[in-house]
């Protein structure tokens, strides 16, 4: 079956080729310019986001009120969530699946070329109406990113334009993430069995299977919030006998998931590299498999715990407490099988290798406040202070975007043709790692100290942390200037050319093609020694099960 449907696609399909200038970007099918059009859609909606992020710490830089008023400040939070959930991490990650996936996969495309272009022009106008809102009657939603009633149920149209955003943004996720699965399961290459691809596809797989199985859970809830609003149903309204705590069961029966979804492909970016700059097999491949899928079945189990201080029965508490906790067992054992990869290997410390290791320091600081958190009676004191911000921030920040730095880094090479200026890069990363931790470890402090947060002015004690936490984010954005111009410098020709294999630790597919990429890769798949020999040198196969072939 894998070889009737390996590699389905002729270049009558790819009719975008003969396209030039932005009708070869709107007319997209490749792999590769769409993936390229997914990782610059969010990066614009980084940079968008990061900006709301800094007029937040601007007006928290002193306590009183200096540049916006709170219904204003309010939405900015609400935006810069949204922005930075749903327009600038998933479909970056979306953007690296479509670009490498076919690649490490020994595949010609993505299954569904033409669904591909669709899944990604659907964006810029989901994106267009969260920024439009800022500027009708009522402003953009302004109850925080988890949109609750009854405030979000009492907002402007706003909230409307917000709503047909997310089902956008929800359709478009969905339709990426048919595609991948598709790839995945029927486009491998002859002798790449499920149990021997490259990590980044497993956590792309499993991280599609979630977002099929939620993204509609969060779409009807926002449809359910929509007909409260103008049809005169109840789902939300206690006046007319509906529940809003409702709302929260549904929004965390999606919104933990999606706490994985940001997670999962950035544990398949690291698994990726550490091996590399390691010049060692990923140790323990199988159990990171197993790993992977037992974090995303616990995740559907677990969305009670952002509603410990809601009210529940005892026995409940209990029963999310313990299974929240059960999380880090899986979590760990990825951890420390990367730290076993590393052990003893003959490591060398690139860009890309120096934010992997950034990532495993300060995700792992991000799990253990989260295990706090996890802590019903804790929780139940933490709730919504900024200790939660600053954890989030762990999780999301130094979880999903030092990967997606490392994973830009690792692959800029083979995208461009071009090597990146190594000294501006681990720049970069120190510069990232000093200012992100000035920015959130403070918010620690201030949340253990009792301050509230999506308020815009604070108490006097609350002064100084405050400070030093916006100077790191002002600092923290700064250095994103110096990632872009790195990319944009490669891009014109970086440091010089890139060979095929620039890392000499790569042994997937991928560097098995030559650099730039060519727009057509894998037409015929690749030979199935080249395959084995990868796969031989990741240690998920072993000369005898070859010989015994």
């Given at each position: 079956?894998?070889?009737?449907?390996?590699?389905?696609?002729?270049?009558?399909?790819?009719s975008?080729?003969?396209h030039?200038?932005?009708a070869?970007?709107?007319?997209?099918?490749?792999?590769?310019?769409?993936?390229?059009?997914?990782?610059?859609?969010?990066?614009?909606?980084f940079?968008?986001?990061?900006?709301?992020?800094?007029?937040?710490?601007?007006?928290?830089?002193?306590?009183?009120?200096?540049?916006?008023q709170?219904?204003?400040?309010?939405?900015?939070?609400?935006l810069?969530g949204?922005?930075?959930?749903f327009?600038a991490?998933?479909?970056a990650?979306?953007?690296?699946?479509?670009?490498?996936l076919?690649?490490?996969?020994?595949?010609?495309?993505?299954?569904?070329?033409?669904m591909n272009?669709?899944?990604?022009?659907?964006?810029?106008?989901?994106a267009?109406?969260?920024?439009?809102?800022?500027f009708?009657?009522?402003?953009a939603?302004?109850?925080?990113?988890?949109?609750?009633?009854?405030?979000?149920?009492?907002?402007?149209?706003?909230?409307?334009?917000?709503?047909?955003?997310?089902?956008?943004l929800?359709?478009?996720?969905?339709?990426?993430?048919?595609?991948?699965?598709?790839?995945?399961?029927?486009?491998?290459?002859?002798?790449?069995?499920?149990?021997?691809?490259?990590?980044?596809?497993w956590?792309?797989l499993?991280?599609?299977?979630?977002?099929?199985?939620v993204?509609?859970v969060?779409?009807?809830a926002?449809?359910m919030?929509?007909t409260d609003?103008?049809f005169?149903?109840h789902?939300?309204n206690?006046?007319?006998?509906?529940?809003?705590?409702?709302?929260?069961?549904?929004?965390?029966?999606?919104?933990?998931?999606?706490?994985?979804?940001?997670a999962?492909?950035?544990?398949?970016?690291?698994?990726?590299?550490?091996?590399?700059?390691?010049?060692?097999?990923?140790?323990?491949?199988?159990?990171?498999?197993?790993?992977?899928?037992?974090?995303a079945?616990?995740?559907?189990?677990v969305w009670?715990?952002?509603?410990?201080?809601?009210?529940?029965?005892?026995?409940?508490q209990l029963?999310?407490?313990?299974l929240?906790?059960?999380?880090?067992?899986?979590?760990?054992?990825?951890v420390?099988?990367?730290?076993?990869?590393?052990w003893?290997?003959?490591?060398t410390?690139?860009?890309?290798?120096?934010?992997?290791?950034?990532f495993?320091?300060?995700?792992?600081v991000?799990?253990f406040?989260?295990?706090?958190?996890?802590?019903?009676p804790?929780?139940?004191?933490?709730?919504?202070?900024?200790?939660?911000?600053?954890?989030?921030?762990?999780?999301?920040?130094?979880g999903?975007?030092?990967s997606?730095f490392?994973?830009v880094?690792?692959?800029?090479?083979?995208?461009?043709?071009?090597?990146?200026?190594?000294?501006?890069?681990?720049l970069?990363?120190?510069?990232?790692?000093v200012w992100f931790n000035?920015?959130?470890?403070?918010?620690?402090?201030?949340?253990l100290a009792?301050?509230?947060?999506?308020i815009?002015?604070?108490?006097?004690?609350?002064t100084?942390?405050n400070?030093v936490?916006?100077?790191?984010a002002?600092c923290?954005?700064?250095?994103?200037?110096?990632?872009?111009?790195?990319?944009?410098?490669?891009?014109?020709?970086?440091?010089?050319?890139?060979p095929?294999?620039?890392?000499?630790?790569?042994?997937?597919?991928e560097?098995?093609?030559?650099?730039?990429?060519?727009?057509?890769?894998?037409e015929?798949?690749?030979?199935?020694e080249?395959?084995?020999?990868?796969?031989?040198?990741?240690?998920?196969?072993?000369?005898e099960?070859?010989?015994?072939?």
């Amino acid at each position: 079956m894998m070889t009737s449907l390996a590699h389905p696609h002729t270049h009558s399909e790819h009719s975008a080729e003969h396209h030039a200038g932005w009708a070869r970007w709107l007319y997209a099918t490749n792999h590769k310019d769409i993936g390229t059009l997914y990782l610059w859609f969010a990066f614009a909606m980084f940079i968008t986001g990061g900006v709301m992020a800094l007029c937040i710490r601007a007006e928290l830089f002193h306590p009183g009120m200096q540049y916006w008023q709170p219904e204003f400040f309010n939405q900015l939070t609400t935006l810069h969530g949204i922005i930075m959930v749903f327009g600038a991490i998933m479909p970056a990650f979306t953007g690296l699946a479509n670009w490498m996936l076919p690649l490490m996969l020994g595949a010609p495309d993505m299954a569904f070329a033409r669904m591909n272009n669709w899944s990604f022009w659907l964006l810029p106008p989901a994106a267009a109406l969260l920024l439009i809102s800022l500027f009708v009657p009522g402003g953009a939603p302004a109850g925080g990113w988890t949109l609750y009633p009854p405030l979000s149920a009492q907002a402007g149209m706003g909230m409307d334009l917000a709503i047909f955003s997310i089902h956008l943004l929800g359709l478009s996720s969905i339709m990426g993430s048919i595609n991948i699965i598709t790839t995945i399961l029927n486009m491998r290459a002859p002798g790449m069995t499920m149990l021997k691809m490259p990590l980044f596809a497993w956590t792309s797989l499993v991280t599609a299977y979630l977002l099929i199985a939620v993204a509609p859970v969060l779409a009807g809830a926002v449809t359910m919030l929509l007909t409260d609003r103008h049809f005169g149903t109840h789902f939300f309204n206690a006046a007319g006998g509906g529940d809003p705590v409702l709302f929260q069961h549904i929004f965390w029966f999606f919104g933990h998931p999606e706490v994985y979804i940001m997670a999962l492909p950035a544990f398949g970016i690291v698994s990726q590299i550490i091996p590399t700059f390691a010049r060692k097999p990923l140790f323990g491949y199988v159990s990171m498999v197993y790993a992977t899928c037992s974090i995303a079945i616990l995740s559907f189990m677990v969305w009670g715990h952002h509603m410990f201080a809601v009210g529940m029965p005892a026995t409940a508490q209990l029963f999310f407490m313990f299974l929240t906790m059960l999380i880090a067992v899986p979590t760990g054992v990825k951890v420390f099988n990367w730290i076993a990869t590393m052990w003893q290997g003959s490591m060398t410390f690139e860009t890309p290798m120096l934010f992997a290791i950034g990532f495993v320091c300060l995700f792992t600081v991000g799990g253990f406040s989260g295990l706090v958190l996890s802590i019903a009676p804790i929780d139940t004191q933490m709730q919504d202070t900024y200790y939660v911000v600053a954890h989030f921030h762990y999780v999301l920040v130094a979880g999903a975007l030092f990967s997606l730095f490392a994973a830009v880094y690792y692959w800029l090479p083979k995208w461009t043709g071009f090597m990146y200026h190594e000294g501006r890069g681990k720049l970069h990363f120190w510069w990232s790692i000093v200012w992100f931790n000035v920015t959130f470890f403070p918010m620690h402090f201030l949340g253990l100290a009792g301050m509230p947060r999506r308020i815009p002015d604070y108490a006097l004690q609350f002064t100084d942390f405050n400070a030093v936490a916006s100077v790191g984010a002002f600092c923290f954005g700064l250095g994103q200037l110096l990632f872009f111009y790195n990319v944009i410098h490669t891009i014109r020709g970086g440091v010089g050319p890139a060979p095929d294999k620039p890392w000499e630790g790569g042994n997937t597919l991928e560097w098995e093609v030559a650099s730039p990429a060519p727009h057509h890769t894998w037409e015929s798949p690749p030979d199935i020694e080249l395959v084995r020999r990868g796969l031989i040198a990741q240690a998920v196969e072993h000369e005898e099960e070859g010989d015994a072939r």
